[in-house]
């Protein structure tokens, strides 16, 4: 199948069924079908987006990113989509060793959205008609797994232009601990920077409401307080104002984690 053709292939699956408005706000998971796979044995993950968390919901644009996967002895391994549907892009991940892993993937290119007289669209400011405001998104994503003994690969940075890094292992948290977490923007702490936590089962009294939402110290560090076993979604994000872009207004910066804490 020719280059193009495939592309809009793809493209037609990750706009099925979205509205340009909702896909430049929605928050970016990667889950596996465990956390806690045995040794030497397949696991599948789903790299999706949305509102509805801990679900395959609908397709990030994956033109955009690549998935990786760190093993304990940090060797980086590229991974490759296995399928793509509307719901998600999915791809098998193989584990090997005891020890902590990372499935990760970041914006290789940023995404950028301009809202207009007559809406959200696709495009810098440079490109689109009646601008009221531009952005500039770049994401991350990072999920754990646990194959026997944890091991402290769950705090080497990978590189992001945005990264959340753990302080503590999630996979040793027990119900009520306090996990602190890194923001590092272009390898640097970020201060201020927006947390928030979010539990499967979950259900929000208002829509952007969570469980647990705190910002960063001046070292770059949250500490969020997680009641309950499960899975979690972290989040974090980090926007400043670029008065005289032509492309964009303001550049948004968010970090996600994914993980799940034994009962």
Known sequence: MPKRKLRLLILSFIFFGSTASSALA???WIIPDTFHPPENSMVGVAFSSGHSYF??????????????????????LPLAYSRVDPKAARAMVPVFGHGTYIIGTSSIRPSYWSKTTEGWVPEPKSRAKNVVEGGKYVKSVKTFLTVGNASDSYKRILGYKIEIVPQKNPAALKPGHSLPL????????????????????YKPAEKGTY?????????????????????????????????????????????????????
């Open 26 to 28: 929605h928050d970016y």
């Open 182 to 201: 890194l923001v590092l923007y272009r390898g640097r702490p970020v201060r201020d920077a927006t947390v928030f936590a979010v539990y499967e089962g």
């Open 55 to 76: 679900g395959s919901v609908e397709t990030p644009d994956i033109t955009k990113y690549r998935l990786n996967l760190l093993t304990p002895e940090g060797w980086e």
């Open 211 to 263: 469980p647990v939402n705190t910002k960063t110290d001046m070292n770059g560090i949250a500490r969020l307080r997680l009641n309950r076993p499960g899975k979690w979604l972290i989040g974090a994000k980090y926007q400043f104002d670029t008065p005289g872009n032509p492309n964009a207004d303001y550049e948004n910066y968010r970090a996600y984690i994914m993980f799940e804490i034994k009962k």
